[in-house]
């Protein structure tokens, strides 16, 4: 199958990307169905879902996620794979962003790590190779 070997020896001195506790309404689309959640936090590499636990879902399964923000048409949508399937949280690895979602989502990170050269530092984390 497809699954992803993880290097031990590089994970472990990689930095990991600031988690931004986030409570919003979102939307997330699995196998063509439409799905109410929440979101619980992002990152500029995925994000932390409510799951309800109905959904039949499993790690690798390809997902898009739809966050809308409280200006009108401000909208991050990310093309994810479940990386992980928690009690009750679902946690997705973000393998596609656009540049309109991208700018959003700085937006939501900016404003809440009230720091801009840790932002800065996100960005470069983000732009690594991996």
Partial sequence: GGDRAVNGRSSGNRRRLQRIGFDCPATVTLRGAEHATRLLDVSL????ILWPGAWNVAPGDP???RVELAPPQAIIAMDCTVAHVGSD???LYCERIDLASVAHLR?????NLGDPELLQRELAALSAPA
């Fill in 107 to 111: 937006r939501v990170v900016e404003l």
């Fill in 45 to 48: 590499r995925g994000a932390l």
């Fill in 63 to 65: 997902v898009t996620l």
């Fill in 89 to 91: 949280s679902l946690g």
